[in-house]
């Protein structure tokens, strides 16, 4: 599974408002001088990784969709249009996530605000990737390799649960084992 960038969450945000809105401009962080109307503007203010574990990171990154429209003789937007538009916009992430290199990335939730220039939505992603470098979890433990990847020297856990309910416990080879119920 190939790791997942903010670049290409914008991408994915961008193909769909090619979908939505076919032939009209969508602009990366700035604005040429001359930028045509109606269009669209996609920034990512904001991106941040949380160590999960030795092999996981968790992502997370906000999209900025800054929506125009055609401005009249005085230079005003049409507030209904600009409305519409950014309904449709959050109505892109309302579905809880969204298609990115085959994946569904989750859509946290979704901002709206407007000003009579512009309507703007914030949208908060969030996905768990592989740590760059780290070993493969299901490759075998080589402590006498020194070109293992990044983590390869953790030794591997077992998995076992226990229910002090029940009196039982199962260690990493799932057999049952009696347990005490003192705590």
Do not use: H
């Not at 969508?26 to 941040?48: G, H, M, Q, T």
């Not at 600009?82 to 969204?98: E, H, I, K, P, Y």
């Not at 020297?153 to 084992?177: C, K, Q, T, V, W």
């Amino acid at each position: 599974m190939a790791s997942l960038g903010s670049a290409d969450l914008m991408e994915a945000v961008e193909a769909a408002l090619n979908r939505l809105y076919p032939g009209e401009p969508v602009y990366r962080n700035d604005l040429p001088k001359d930028f045509e109307r109606p269009s669209f503007v996609l920034e990512c203010p904001r991106a941040a990784g949380t160590d999960l574990n030795a092999a996981l990171v968790q992502r997370e990154a906000d999209i900025l969709v800054t929506c125009m429209v055609k401005t009249d003789a005085c230079g005003d937007s049409s507030q209904e249009e600009l409305t519409r538009r950014q309904s449709a916009v959050m109505d892109l992430f309302a579905q809880g996530f969204l298609r990115v290199k085959g994946r569904a990335v989750k859509a946290a939730g979704e901002k709206g605000e407007q000003d009579p220039a512009a309507a703007r939505v914030t949208a908060l992603f969030s996905w768990v990737d592989g740590r760059p470098g780290a070993a493969d979890p299901e490759a075998p433990y080589d402590p006498d390799n020194p070109d293992a990847p990044l983590g390869a020297d953790i030794p591997r856990m077992e998995d076992f649960a226990i229910n002090l309910g029940r009196s039982r416990y199962y260690d990493g080879n799932n057999r049952a084992a009696q347990a005490e119920d003192r705590l």
